[in-house]
């Protein structure tokens, strides 16, 4: 497996962060949140699309709207909601040719669980439209690995590559010094705040997981976030 720019092979999610650990000058990484109440869907999707920049300018469904091309619904579930959020492209008057989802269950104290990710590949041409709604600098992604089937299935969401949680990420600035870390949480997502400069991702050890992941060189521009997708092997052949 290897780590590359995303385009989105999962997003895929898509998907930003959480805990964040800053090490050295240089990093605007956010604090750790506060304990939080889910008490409605809207709450619910917030706390979702806050784990994302593809999320966040994305607004609730309504089924009077023709068109509506990319928008999340929630339902109740069992001490919270399940959020899917959902992207479509192509002729979106009459329903839309392609779509791409995400799900994720949300608990009243505000714990995510990945649930799966389905659809067509979004084309970076809307992933980018998607991106300009963030308003954090900085890098954001989705940690899996793979394959989780000894023959792999695209059409089988079974076989999709797993959320890896608990994965440490470094990042180094110039001449290899730490300047953030960072811990996936439950849904394999992380996000950090950077100043724009060049950086490399740098992947540590997963227990349970073969080899490490390897590093990813990228670059923060003023205003944007970079997207990276990260693999690890799952060993199964």
Not at 35 to 63: C, H, M, N, Y
Not at 105 to 133: K, Y
Request: glycine share 12%; with cysteine; charged share 20%.
């Amino acid at each position: 497996m290897h780590t590359r720019p995303r385009s989105l092979a999962l997003l895929a999610l898509v998907a930003a962060a959480l805990v964040v650990a800053a090490c050295g000058g240089g990093t605007t990484a956010s604090p750790t949140p506060s304990p939080v109440t889910v008490d409605s869907p809207e709450a619910a999707a917030r706390l979702v699309a806050a784990k994302s920049p593809l999320f966040e300018g994305i607004e609730a469904r309504d089924p009077d709207l023709i068109g509506q091309a990319h928008w999340w619904e929630a339902v109740a579930i069992d001490d919270g909601w399940r959020v899917t959020f959902r992207v479509g492209w192509g002729d979106c008057p009459a329903g839309c040719i392609d779509e791409h989802t995400w799900t994720y269950d949300v608990t009243a104290d505000g714990t995510l669980g990945f649930v799966e990710e389905r659809g067509t590949a979004v084309p970076q041409q809307i992933l980018d439209e998607l991106r300009a709604a963030a308003q954090v600098t900085g890098v954001a992604g989705r940690v899996v690995a793979g394959p989780t089937c000894p023959v792999e299935n695209p059409a089988d969401p079974t076989c999709n590559p797993r959320p890896v949680a608990g994965a440490v990420l470094v990042v180094t600035g110039a001449g290899g010094a730490e300047v953030a870390r960072v811990t996936t949480d439950a849904t394999g997502l992380f996000r950090i705040g950077l100043q724009p400069g060049d950086y490399t991702l740098e992947p540590q050890p997963v227990e349970g997981l073969v080899g490490t992941a390897s590093p990813v060189t990228f670059t923060v521009t003023d205003g944007n976030e970079t997207l990276l997708d990260v693999g690890y092997d799952t060993g199964i052949r």
